[in-house]
T-cell receptor, first 117, second 111 residues
Framework: ETGVTQTPRHLVMGMTNKKSLKCEQH?????MYWYKQSAKKPLELMFV???????ENNSVPSRFSPECPNSSHLFLHLHTLQPEDSALYLC????????????????FGQGTRLTVV | GQNIDQPTEMTATEGAIVQINCTYQ??????LFWYQQHAGEAPTFLSY????GLEEKGRFSSFLSRSKGYSYLLLKELQMKDSASYLC????????????FGTGTKLQVIP
């Protein structure tokens, strides 16, 4: 238990479906992140939220739409995805928006394994 | 841009010592993380180096040479549970939240 919970753990969706991934952190952190992890590729940063405000969009296609209603919750809305979007989607949080450091290490959730068919 | 290189896979024997290397080319380097990720689980923090030198934490140590763009993670007295992927990641002085990860090194510990 890392204090960051992601649901669902597994998701299979068709290319015309709309689904959402949910992330909740119970650590009192103010920064939250979405990462994509594909086989044999590095973790790719997708979005960063600081105090509910989006501060980073790493050139992510518009078929991925993040939402951060408060500092404890983060969503990733998915629509008209492609098979190459199949991956493990990881949520992370850190203490505050001053970035990753020894004192603001990131805590990751266990991820949602997404398969697009 | 940034480039981070790690070996893809390594195998080591239980009880032995293994060194996992990470080299990076980046501008504006700030610090380097090591994370451990067991299959199907979340990455977990191991260490963060900003200054040159070796930092020891139990069976794990991490070394950084900023001038050489080089780091390694040293695992001593290997245990079967150390079988996992080890991710090297760098942070920049600017855009500090843009943590860039390497592809990870999958370590298999054998009896």
């Amino acid at each position: 238990e890392t204090g960051v919970t992601q649901t669902p753990r597994h998701l299979v969706m068709g290319m015309t479906n709309k689904k959402s991934l949910k992330c909740e952190q119970h650590l009192g952190h103010n920064a939250m992140y979405w990462y994509k992890q594909s086989a044999k590729k590095p973790l790719e940063l997708m979005f960063v939220y600081n105090f509910k405000e989006q501060t980073e969009n790493n050139s992510v296609p518009s078929r991925f739409s993040p939402e951060c209603p408060n500092s404890s919750h983060l969503f990733l809305h998915l629509h008209t995805l492609q098979p190459e979007d199949s991956a493990l989607y990881l949520c992370a949080s850190s203490q505050d928006g001053t970035g990753f450091s020894r004192y603001t290490e990131a805590f990751f959730g266990q991820g949602t394994r997404l398969t697009v068919v | 841009g940034q480039n981070i290189d790690q070996p893809t896979e390594m195998t080591a024997t239980e009880g032995a010592i293994v060194q996992i290397n990470c080299t990076y080319q980046t501008s504006g380097f700030n610090g380097l993380f090591w994370y451990q990720q067991h299959a199907g689980e979340a990455p977990t923090f191991l260490s963060y180096n900003v200054l040159d030198g070796l930092e020891e934490k139990g069976r794990f140590s991490s070394f950084l040479s900023r001038s050489k763009g080089y780091s390694y993670l040293l695992l001593k007295e290997l245990q079967m549970k150390d079988s996992a992927s080890y991710l090297c990641a760098v942070t920049l002085r600017e855009g500090y939240q843009k943590v860039t990860f390497g592809t990870g090194t999958k370590l298999q510990v054998i009896p």
